[in-house]
């Protein structure tokens, strides 16, 4: 559940101490949660997210160790941190304590103004660091897909694919690449208009996404054209997947404007048992082979390149 204010985690055995602080920055519309020894502050941040901690230096086992631990979990790395300390400190530790993370070091008693200031100034950052934070991962979303679908473009495709081989190579795991091409799609857009063949686009990939298994890569490559990696998958699994698809957009129907229309694919199964000394040129240029023989013996198949296998029911 979203937070609604900003909550922090305040550190201290001294319950004084803690309920003087709870009290005056719970005035200024923060959350704030007390932890009195180093193992409950641990299991607080591993329950809780925080916007910025204040971690006294006098803790059992040292603040500067707990802060290190701190960090360590998940969601905590850059979390704005605040020492305090019962005692008079100096340029030395100033430093010290900047080099475990610390945005300030606040001596106590608490300066009310300075103390609210320096905690404005954190929760604030906090706020900017999650911003862009969350502007990267859509950028790094836009960059990666294919804004019609959903799915992989074609550069995070053949990114993930590389990846895959080359685990698959050290590994001797099989692996196959499927090929998959809308039928006259042209003859689509021609007839309907592109808003029609989007939809079209969009309808194929859902069932794509709907057939195929956790692990398995998809991407649309161009046009009406698409690559499915099928990691770990003998020949024979990989051309049960092809044509479960293929049965699949074959009786489904797409509904654009006053039109019902039937849409059906082809698709070229490459099957590798082991891809080792294989490119992924090799592999792509292999799927396309049998795809095109696919498409030039009547479309709406699937055709297998690899190996030999039982012939179908």
Avoid: W
């Amino acid at each position: 559940m979203p937070k609604e204010r900003p909550r922090i985690l305040v550190v201290d055995a001294d319950n004084e101490s803690t309920q003087f602080v709870a009290e005056l920055i719970s005035l200024y519309n923060y959350e704030v949660v007390r932890a009195a020894d180093p193992a409950s502050a641990l299991q607080l941040a591993e329950d809780l997210a925080f916007d910025s901690i204040m971690l006294s230096l006098e803790m059992e086992g040292g603040g500067f160790k707990l802060s290190q631990d701190l960090r360590q979990i998940n969601g905590h790395g850059d979390v704005p941190l605040i020492f305090v300390t019962d005692q008079p400190y100096d340029s030395p530790l100033l430093m010290e304590a900047q080099f475990y993370g610390a945005l300030f070091i606040h001596q106590k008693p608490y300066a009310e103004c300075e103390l609210l200031a320096q905690l404005s100034t954190m929760v604030r950052l906090k706020l900017l660091q999650d911003e862009l934070k969350d502007r990267m991962a859509e950028l790094d979303r836009l960059a990666s897909t294919d804004p019609l679908t959903g799915l992989y473009n074609r550069r995070m495709f053949f990114r993930r694919m590389d990846e895959e081989v080359a685990r698959a190579g050290r590994t001797a795991s099989p692996m196959c690449l499927l090929y998959v091409d809308i039928d006259f799609f042209k003859s689509i857009n021609d007839e309907y208009g592109h808003d029609a063949g989007d939809k079209v686009l969009q309808q194929v990939a859902r069932t794509m996404t709907r057939i195929i298994r956790r692990g398995d890569v998809l991407g649309r490559i161009g046009g009406e054209e698409f690559l499915i990696l099928l990691p770990d998958t003998a020949g024979e699994a990989g051309q049960r997947i092809a044509e479960r698809l293929r049965q699949r957009v074959e009786h489904a129907t797409i509904i654009t404007g006053n039109s019902k229309l039937a849409v059906t694919i082809s698709a070229g199964v490459f099957h590798a048992a082991d891809p080792v000394g294989l490119s992924i040129d090799d592999m792509v240029k292999a799927a396309d082979e049998a795809l095109y023989e696919a498409k030039e013996t009547g479309r709406n198949r699937v055709v297998y390149r690899g190996g030999a296998l039982p012939a179908a029911d």
